[in-house]
């Protein structure tokens, strides 16, 4: 049983990657909007948690979903975190969020992918970011091997994670969210958020919510780059994954 949750694509298609021909792959915002928290765990199957690391820690939807989480039957548990750096305390912050759940995090893998925060600063392009997916292949590779043997290891230290997630907050608000006259209208924008942050309004996106998980879903993936967060993004470049269509 494998737990995702994808901005951009990254994460989805580790999980893709990482699943076994009849595991079932789960979405942790499809989970969250339905409310659906309670699992039976089939017989001698993995839990796999696969998501992005925000701010050193855990994207909200992810969190929302894993402090209600019921898991029954749980073995070989763990949690395979993408990233454009580096993951800092989210697996140890995780690991704190399960263990309240009485579920124990045994391995924690990060996995670098191209980077997509935009809204903060310009992202590579080009062969940058075919030499990071690359890479990311022979890493799920090796990641894959470990989670077959079980490995296990003991998952601590959140501190990072806990400032980071004090500067998320504050990145969180949808404010700085427009749209400009390349807007088409046709609406991806509201469909990819996992939030249902944005609503489409006389053919237009409108942010109904003043705070989000802040994937970057809407920006990354709108195909006339009509998104824009402030002024500097008109000049940052956008990153899809091949699995939402990007190359
Ligand atoms: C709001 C936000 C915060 C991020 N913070 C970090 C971070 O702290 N460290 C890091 O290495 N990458 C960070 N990233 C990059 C993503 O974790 C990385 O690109 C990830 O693979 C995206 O996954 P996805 O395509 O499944 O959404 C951040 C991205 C966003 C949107
Ligand atoms: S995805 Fe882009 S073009 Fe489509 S409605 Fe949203 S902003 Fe407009
Ligand atoms: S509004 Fe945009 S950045 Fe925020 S959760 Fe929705 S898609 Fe992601």
Redesign the pocket.
Known sequence: MLFY????????LAAQRLASSDEKLISMADAVNNEKFSYNVPENENVGFV???????VPDIVERFCRRLKLKNQGYVYAVI???????GSGGLLGEILGKRNITLNNVFE?L?????M??YNIPAGNDVTERLVNAEKSISEIKNKIAAHEKKVIKGSTSAKI?RTA?RF?RSTKKFFVDNSCVGCGMCAKNCPDKAIEMKGGKPHWIKDVCT????CINRCPSKAIQYGKATIKRNR?V?PVFGGK
């Open positions: 949750f994808t901005g951009t694509g990254n994460s989805l998501f992005p690391v925000y701010f050193y820690s993408t990233c454009g750096g580096g993951i800092g996995l992918m191209p980077d997509n925060a809204l903060f980071g998320y990145f802040k994937c970057t879903a990153y994954n």
